[in-house]
């Protein structure tokens, strides 16, 4: 299974050059007109307001079929103690996103929550739900310079105590922009224009995951102009993970592409360093 990012990025440029992304094809995870984004933060997950608890039911071993990846059990998280661990260790911080990137303020997410798309399109922060161990969301953004603007990116990392909860995460990521085409992640941010593609394993080249979604979209800034914005979400068993990236002036797309798609392959590889898989 790739894990790199040149398997992450020759999979969604694929997509990109066929259109099916911007065509908005839908259904399921073949692929939907998607718009859900956040600024801050991101909701994964069906919705569930329970807390989750400090221990629960042991978690599937975050086996898959699909991509070979085959996790020690002994190491997939069965507490939120183990899971906060994990994600901990997992999501990027400024300098892992490379040379120049500090850290945006606030500098990560409320502990023990994740952000939710609420009834009037906009993302709101709360307590993580049932079924969900540990979850974390770390901002850094590369300041301008000259020509150059600042460009604004999200890692995320989210564990579960199922595989099936975690699969049922990019399955909700996929359906929200039904719901809500245009998303407003804090109050004076849009992102308009998003569109979503699933791409399970084997698909369109895909072999760096068990499951996978791009978003592609534009931030609407305070002035009015518009710049590229990414969303990427990738599943390993149990952990999903993510990236978004925001453009700016004078930074072309590619280098965007190649920014988010780096950033994902360095968490996917992270996952499969803490949880042993072949």
Known sequence: MKSNAVGVLGSWAAVLVAGSLL???AGGSGGSTKGANEGASRKTGAPSHSPSPATGAPPSDGASAASGFTPDAARVPRTSKDAR???DSVVLAPSDWGRGFVAQSPARSTPNTWAVLDGSCRWQREELPHGVLAGVSRYSRLPGAGAKGTVKVTATATTHTSVLGADEQLSTTLEEVLRCPEQQPRTDERITGLMSLGTPFGAREQQYADDSVLEAGEYV????????YRWM???LGTVVVAVSVTGAKGRPQPELDQLGATALA???TRIQQQLKGN
């Open 85 to 87: 661990r994990l994600v």
């Open 221 to 228: 800034e305070k002035g009015g102009g518009t710049v590229p």
């Open 23 to 25: 065509a908005g094809c």
């Open 233 to 235: 979400v990738a599943r």
């Open 266 to 268: 360095q968490m996917l």
